[in-house]
């Protein structure tokens, strides 16, 4: 049994961290051996803590340069998992890691996707187009913002009265329950026993 090394990527609250954490707990051969945070103020660096993950807090600078990519090999990743994380990846990096990053998108792509779309950014603008559902991606990553290949949506549908915020939790309760599973599916897929 190969042991799995998941780095997760994420710049704010954690709370899909946390449940990717909680998921693989007690899973002999996959663990979060990495949470990468560009957000010194992001709640997921206490989670990291209390969960005893070691953390790389990066800035602008390093997560662009060329050396960056290099320094996830010492953490052995067998999947990038990003799990709310803002920026764009750079062009070396989904290049080094080709079908080994996948992102969680908090909409039905291809619609409601690209620079600026995220959390209530995309809930307003389902909305405002009054949809009659929304839900979640789930992805891999290539060179252009939520494009890679569709790996798994699941959808919740619109009440008459949604707001960002009620449509947040909705979305946020799909993300709970699909997008640890689907994890342990892609490396099952990616590294099949």
Same mark, same amino acid.
């Given at each position: 049994?190969?042991?799995?090394? !998941? %780095? *997760?990527? =994420? ?12 998921? #693989?707990?007690? &899973? ?50 067998? !999947? %990038? *998992?990003? =799990? ?12 080094? #890691?080709?079908? &080994? ?50 790996? !798994? ?19 946020? &309760? ?20």
């Amino acid at each position: 049994m190969i042991e799995k090394n !998941l %780095i *997760v990527f =994420a710049s704010g609250a954690g709370s899909n961290a946390q449940q990717i954490i909680n998921y #693989f707990r007690n &899973k002999k051969d996959i663990k979060v051996a990495l949470i990468v945070c560009n957000n010194p103020k992001a709640g997921v660096l206490e989670i990291a803590a209390n969960e005893q993950i070691p953390v790389m807090l990066i800035n602008k600078e390093k997560f662009l340069s060329d050396d960056f990519p290099d320094e996830m090999d010492t953490y052995h990743p067998a !999947l %990038i *998992v990003l =799990a709310g994380f803002l920026w764009k990846i750079p062009e070396r990096m989904v290049q080094k #890691f080709t079908g &080994k990053i996948v992102n969680l998108h908090p909409a039905l792509l291809p619609a409601y996707g690209g620079k600026g779309m995220y959390g209530a950014n995309v809930h307003n603008a389902v909305i405002n187009a009054k949809e009659k559902e929304s839900g979640i991606t789930i992805h891999f990553v290539d060179e252009k913002y939520d494009h890679g290949q569709i790996i !798994l949506q699941a959808r919740c549908s619109l009440d008459e009265n949604e707001t960002a915020e009620t449509l947040g939790k909705k979305i946020h &309760k799909l993300e709970h329950t699909y997008f640890p599973k689907a994890i342990e599916q892609i490396l099952h897929d990616i590294y099949p026993e």
